[in-house]
């Protein structure tokens, strides 16, 4: 548990980078689904990081207020993603100013950053890694080139966010053999992956503040509901790391996880666009129709 920080500043140059209107990532990482079919498992297997678990046992209100957590996520890290050039450097240096305090020792005395290289990287590394499923689960599983433009937008975005190079994976490969390693070698039970990973914490959830909707109908709801985002949340997990970790999966669970996966395919054709979005994401997509110029292009050379 090194507690060296090893994140570079972001060049100007860079900081006019990023990834466009065009791009997969914003295909899908502002898919409402993705909420659902990806960010959530790739919390738990951030949780299951030593280091990432001390950090958000003293420093996060996630037992407290998950709802709130999530969304503050969401609303830190997704407009470096969904942003113009400039606004997209301005976000990843608010995202390293936001980790930077977060620090402390574990029971042994020994030091954590945040900031370091191998935690900081494992969480950028989820995002992918479950981004390539979740296209899969929506009927649009990527093939070799696809996986590859993802695996390089991913570089690009984790260069905003202040990673060094040589810290990343050079290859898709190489990304893969990575992954499977931390997950085999690296990841262990922690305390926040077992609190996490338990079925009356998503049926349990505290009602949104702000939500008009009596106490009694968001328990009635609460229940199916939440068992329901289980349920998916372990059968969007990788398979490797569901075996792993004992994570509970039956046939039957795998039937119900296709039948909602099909559900949620033919609710999106249907559905309106205000609807289908995270409101980071529908704020950029529509501003980049109406501004193109603004947005990194694969066409057009960055400043």
Do not use: C
């Amino acid at each position: 548990m090194n507690a060296s920080v090893g994140i570079r500043p972001v060049t100007s140059a860079l900081a006019m980078s990023g990834v466009g209107p065009e791009s997969l990532t914003w295909r899908y990482a502002g898919d409402v689904r993705y909420v659902l079919l990806g960010l959530s498992q790739a919390f738990l297997l951030q949780a299951a990081h030593p280091v990432i678990s001390l950090g958000v046992e003293q420093h996060s209100t996630y037992r407290t207020d998950p709802l709130g957590r999530f969304e503050r996520s969401i609303k830190l890290l997704w407009p470096v993603l969904y942003n113009t050039r400039e606004g997209a450097g301005d976000y990843g240096r608010r995202v390293r100013e936001r980790h930077r305090d977060i620090k402390g020792t574990d029971a042994d005395g020994k030091a954590y950053h945040a900031l370091n290289p191998e935690p900081y990287l494992w969480v950028h590394m989820t995002a992918l890694e479950s981004m390539i499923r979740f296209a899969g689960y929506v009927g649009e599983a990527p093939d070799a080139a696809q996986r590859e433009q993802m695996f390089r937008e991913w570089q690009q975005l984790g260069l905003l966010l202040g990673l060094r190079e040589q810290d990343m994976p050079a290859t898709l490969t190489e990304f893969e053999i990575r992954f499977a390693e931390m997950i085999e070698q690296r990841l262990e039970r922690t305390p926040t992956f077992d609190f996490l990973m338990t079925s009356g914490y998503f049926v349990s959830i505290p009602k949104p503040r702000g939500l008009r909707l009596p106490n009694s109908v968001w328990r009635l709801l609460s229940q199916p509901v939440g068992a329901l985002v289980f349920l998916l949340t372990r059968g969007s997990m990788a398979p490797r790391f569901r075996e792993r970790f004992g994570v509970s999966w039956t046939r039957t669970d795998a039937l119900i996880f296709r039948i909602t996966t099909l559900a949620l395919r033919l609710l999106w054709k249907i559905l309106p666009e205000r609807v289908r979005w995270l409101p980071e994401a529908l704020r950029a997509i529509r501003d980049a129709r109406r501004h193109p110029e603004n947005y990194p292009s694969p066409d057009r050379a960055l400043a």
